[in-house]
């Protein structure tokens, strides 16, 4: 499984921005993608994921704001990002979990968000 993220950038609080990720190669196993973060000096944390049947996931501190959709045609999911937060700011990773008698995951390169007081 290969995994492109896209969408990071810089955005002043209170505005949005929306992440994708395209997935490719054994795309058919996928059992759930999703997003997780990092910040500087921080570890990394779940944002949220969606499951192939649909069944979307968040992070307690983030519903409300963020929501995760997955377009099976495109074989992406996306991340939209509303009413952003300097504490949002961080690297952004994009992950696939595969379920095949143990856990595999697939991590995207990352895209940076910034967001601006």
């Known amino acids: 499984v290969q995994l492109q993220a896209s969408g990071g950038g810089l955005v002043q609080a209170g505005g949005s921005l929306r992440l994708s990720c395209a997935a490719s190669g054994t795309i058919l196993s996928i059992n759930a993608l999703g997003w997780y973060r990092q910040a500087l000096g921080k570890q990394r944390e779940s944002v949220a994921t969606v499951t192939s049947g649909g069944t979307a996931n968040y992070a307690d501190s983030l519903k409300g704001r963020f929501t995760i959709s997955r377009d099976n045609a495109k074989n992406t999911v996306y991340l939209q990002m509303n009413s952003l937060k300097p504490e949002d700011t961080a690297v952004y990773y994009c992950?696939?979990?595969?379920?095949?008698?143990?856990?595999?995951?697939?991590w995207g390169q990352g895209t940076l968000v910034t967001v601006s007081s």
């Open positions: 992950n696939a979990k595969l379920v095949r008698g143990i856990l595999y995951n697939y």
